[in-house]
């Protein structure tokens, strides 16, 4: 095939303008095709971003409970005194039973200035003593392995009781079958009273003869009395068949202890049918009797002969029932004690159960917090120089005194910080409390101090009562100038080896009572200050809490050493920076912080925590 020239030409014109229609129509549609390109891209990137976010996560500061040395202080401010006297006053009342020094003396800090009688002081502190040790004692019991008697004995107790139960079934089969020796002659014997015709010559009844012979003096009566003589009898002979018959069946030397147990339970309420059977029985013969005694009759000797016999039968079977209740009751009570028995074998064995480790634990140490109590209450008996001084005495020896009474003054070159505390810090100050002393006008300068007096008598101002306590210092700094602003912290309590946790860990239900949040197992601590995410929900733990400072509490029970509780807690979202900008793309992919439809937990974790 061939081609024209003219033919070629048109054709390359045609492909060359097909060629520059395309170019501007790349050219034209390329920045919409550019756009959904990233569009894609940008998509993709959020639902990427969705499907692996944190937010909603809870984020945990976590921290675990540590022994150590708790201090409790409380805080004041006040001002270096331009007064270096200082009046001294025991915190007690009583007698005074001796003066340490002369009137005018030098003394140096300690010395003993006078004494309040203390003997009912000096007993709490013997009586806290020996609580202490008992506590210590108990403690170390429950802590070491029982011994060969503790075991010996308490094998002993449970082979005591087995016995003592083996005997009770021995009484009860031996108390059963005297039972079955009397009760076929009493059955006869009632039959007899009952149904017999001794009474008349008519071969009625007897109780029937009776009711008729009553009737003339109250008809009702005397049928409603036969009536329950007959039912009662009806009863109890169909119950006597059928336990004699059970007892007849049954070899009581070689039954087991539930056929024993069933035979001694129905025997016993054979007894109490039979009893009712009896006492009606009486009770329709003595009416008779009683209402011939009423009109002047002779009361026929057979009615006496048969009340006699009634009378009889109702004593035999009281004491057999006294003695089928007593196994009965003897053998409940043998089966309990095995059981409580062997429980205390098994709990001696063992060993000590860490609720009785941390029961015995903190008995120790509330009996060391009471002697501690008792030895600082010993201390308020006693007035000593605070630091090196002259004294001036103001009581002479059995002189009657109150706390707060001025018992002497101290005249002394040693400066004073002079601070006022509210009454809820005042409370906790003793004297001799150490302190550490700061001054605004020396940033740098510190100064130990102990406390050297204590107002008896707050102030009030404005509905508020403060004391005012003054401090000596332990050293003396040329540069401290009367007048000068001091500020006090005043270690108040020190707790050696106490189990504490973070001051924010600790949180108080509703009812008062405190817990903490523990996660268990623990989870790994790797975000820092900012917390780590977890899913896992923490379980709440009640404590008991004890002395506590700005920074640590106390867990005197419900928690132990390494145990990992919850310091604070926030939301993924909000540890991350808080909220993110809007987009116009709105929850595509889900937002997993408002616990959408796609399933994602809602968030709020750390408001269930009560953080």
Same mark, same amino acid.
């Given at each position: 095939?061939? =081609?024209?020239?003219?033919?070629?030409? /048109?054709?390359?014109?045609?492909?060359?303008?097909?060629?520059?229609?395309?170019?501007?129509?790349?050219?034209?549609?390329?920045?919409?095709?550019?756009?959904?390109?990233?569009?894609?891209?940008?998509?993709?990137w959020?639902?990427?971003? +969705?499907?692996?976010?944190?937010?909603?996560?809870?984020?945990?500061?976590?921290?675990?409970?540590e #022994?150590?040395?708790?201090?409790?202080?409380?805080?004041?401010?006040?001002?270096?005194?331009?007064?270096?006297?200082?009046?001294?006053?025991?915190?007690?009342s *009583?007698?005074?039973v001796?003066?340490?020094?002369?009137?005018g003396?030098?003394?140096?800090?300690?010395?003993?200035?006078? &004494?309040?009688?203390?003997?009912?002081?000096?007993?709490?502190?013997?009586?806290?003593?020996?609580?202490?040790?008992?506590?210590?004692?108990n403690?170390?019991?429950?802590?070491? @392995?029982?011994?060969a008697? &503790?075991?010996?004995?308490?094998?002993?107790?449970?082979?005591?009781? &087995?016995?003592?139960?083996?005997t +009770?079934?021995?009484?009860?089969?031996?108390? !059963?079958?005297?039972?079955?020796?009397?009760?076929?002659?009493?059955?006869?014997? !009632?039959?007899?009273?009952?149904?017999?015709?001794?009474?008349?010559?008519?071969?009625?009844?007897?109780?029937?003869?009776?009711?008729?012979?009553?009737?003339?003096?109250?008809?009702?009566h005397?049928q409603?009395?036969?009536?329950?003589?007959?039912?009662?009898?009806?009863? #109890?002979?169909? /119950?006597?068949?059928?336990?004699?018959?059970?007892?007849?069946?049954?070899?009581?030397?070689?039954?087991?202890?539930?056929?024993?147990?069933?035979?001694?339970?129905?025997? %016993?309420?054979?007894?109490?049918?039979?009893?009712?059977?009896?006492?009606?029985?009486?009770?329709?013969?003595?009416?008779?009797?009683?209402?011939?005694? #009423?009109?002047n009759?002779?009361? @026929?000797?057979?009615?006496?002969?048969?009340?006699?016999?009634?009378?009889? %039968?109702?004593?035999?079977?009281? /004491?057999?029932?006294?003695?089928?209740?007593?196994?009965?009751?003897?053998?409940?009570?043998?089966?309990?004690?095995?059981?409580?028995?062997?429980?205390?074998?098994?709990?001696?064995?063992?060993?000590?159960t860490a609720?009785?480790?941390?029961?015995?634990?903190?008995?120790v140490?509330?009996?060391?917090?009471?002697?501690?109590?008792?030895?600082?209450?010993?201390?308020?008996?006693?007035?000593?120089?605070?630091?090196?001084?002259?004294? *001036?005495?103001?009581?002479? @020896?059995?002189?009657?005194?109150?706390?707060?009474?001025?018992?002497?003054?101290?005249?002394?070159?040693?400066?004073?910080?002079?601070?006022?505390?509210?009454?809820?810090?005042?409370?906790?100050?003793?004297?001799?409390?150490?302190?550490?002393?700061?001054?605004?006008?020396?940033?740098?300068?510190?100064?130990? *101090?102990?406390?050297?007096?204590i107002?008896?008598?707050?102030?009030?101002?404005?509905?508020?009562?403060?004391?005012?306590?003054?401090?000596? =210092?332990?050293?003396?700094?040329?540069?401290?100038?009367?007048?000068?602003?001091?500020?006090?912290?005043?270690?108040?309590?020190?707790?050696?080896?106490?189990?504490?946790?973070?001051?924010?860990?600790?949180?108080?239900?509703?009812?008062?009572?405190? %817990?903490?949040?523990?996660?268990?197992? @623990?989870?790994?601590?790797?975000?820092?200050?900012?917390?780590?995410?977890?899913?896992?929900?923490?379980?709440?733990?009640?404590?008991?809490?004890?002395?506590?400072?700005?920074?640590?509490?106390?867990?005197?029970?419900?928690?132990?050493?390494?145990?990992?509780?919850?310091?604070?807690?926030?939301?993924?979202? +909000?540890?991350? *920076?808080?909220?993110?900008?809007?987009?116009?793309?709105?929850?595509?992919?889900?937002?997993?912080?408002?616990?959408?439809?796609?399933?994602?937990?809602?968030?709020?974790?750390?408001?269930?925590?009560?953080?």
């Amino acid at each position: 095939m061939s =081609f024209s020239f003219n033919t070629l030409v /048109s054709s390359n014109k045609t492909f060359s303008a097909g060629f520059v229609r395309a170019r501007a129509s790349f050219r034209k549609h390329r920045s919409l095709r550019i756009g959904a390109l990233v569009l894609a891209v940008f998509v993709l990137w959020r639902v990427f971003a +969705a499907a692996t976010s944190t937010a909603g996560i809870p984020r945990y500061v976590v921290a675990q409970a540590e #022994a150590g040395t708790l201090v409790v202080s409380v805080t004041g401010s006040g001002q270096v005194s331009a007064s270096n006297q200082l009046s001294l006053s025991p915190q007690a009342s *009583g007698q005074i039973v001796y003066i340490g020094v002369q009137d005018g003396e030098k003394v140096t800090r300690g010395t003993l200035i006078a &004494e309040v009688d203390p003997t009912n002081a000096e007993k709490q502190v013997r009586d806290a003593k020996a609580n202490l040790q008992s506590a210590e004692i108990n403690l170390q019991k429950v802590t070491e @392995p029982p011994t060969a008697l &503790e075991l010996a004995q308490a094998q002993d107790a449970v082979s005591t009781a &087995e016995n003592s139960l083996v005997t +009770a079934y021995a009484n009860s089969t031996s108390d !059963l079958a005297n039972t079955f020796l009397d009760l076929p002659t009493i059955m006869t014997g !009632l039959q007899d009273v009952d149904f017999g015709s001794e009474t008349n010559k008519i071969q009625q009844w007897n109780i029937d003869w009776y009711e008729n012979a009553a009737s003339k003096y109250d008809l009702a009566h005397a049928q409603d009395l036969r009536d329950s003589a007959y039912a009662a009898y009806t009863s #109890a002979k169909t /119950s006597y068949d059928a336990t004699f018959m059970d007892f007849k069946n049954v070899n009581l030397a070689s039954a087991d202890a539930t056929t024993t147990e069933n035979i001694l339970s129905e025997t %016993y309420t054979t007894l109490g049918l039979v009893t009712n059977a009896v006492k009606a029985s009486n009770a329709l013969i003595q009416y008779y009797s009683d209402q011939l005694t #009423a009109n002047n009759l002779t009361v @026929p000797s057979i009615a006496t002969t048969q009340i006699s016999s009634l009378s009889s %039968y109702t004593s035999k079977l009281s /004491s057999h029932s006294s003695s089928l209740l007593s196994d009965s009751t003897s053998i409940s009570a043998d089966k309990q004690s095995i059981n409580e028995k062997q429980l205390s074998l098994q709990e001696l064995q063992a060993g000590a159960t860490a609720l009785d480790l941390a029961s015995a634990q903190l008995s120790v140490e509330t009996a060391q917090n009471a002697l501690k109590d008792a030895q600082d209450n010993l201390a308020n008996y006693y007035v000593t120089a605070p630091f090196d001084g002259t004294v *001036g005495l103001s009581v002479t @020896p059995y002189q009657q005194v109150s706390s707060g009474t001025t018992v002497a003054t101290l005249v002394t070159s040693e400066q004073l910080a002079v601070l006022t505390l509210n009454e809820v810090d005042a409370a906790t100050v003793k004297l001799g409390d150490k302190a550490t002393l700061t001054f605004d006008a020396f940033p740098d300068l510190s100064i130990a *101090g102990e406390v050297a007096d204590i107002s008896p008598i707050g102030t009030v101002s404005q509905g508020v009562v403060s004391y005012t306590v003054k401090i000596g =210092f332990s050293t003396q700094d040329a540069r401290v100038k009367p007048g000068m602003s001091v500020n006090a912290s005043i270690d108040t309590d020190v707790v050696t080896n106490a189990l504490t946790v973070p001051a924010s860990a600790v949180h108080t239900a509703s009812d008062g009572s405190s %817990y903490v949040l523990v996660f268990d197992p @623990p989870i790994t601590a790797s975000g820092g200050a900012q917390g780590t995410l977890s899913e896992e929900i923490p379980r709440q733990t009640p404590v008991t809490i004890g002395a506590s400072n700005t920074t640590s509490t106390q867990i005197v029970a419900g928690l132990s050493s390494g145990d990992q509780v919850v310091v604070r807690a926030t939301s993924g979202s +909000a540890a991350a *920076g808080g909220a993110s900008a809007p987009s116009i793309f709105g929850t595509l992919g889900g937002n997993r912080a408002g616990g959408s439809a796609n399933g994602a937990r809602p968030a709020g974790g750390a408001v269930r925590i009560g953080g």
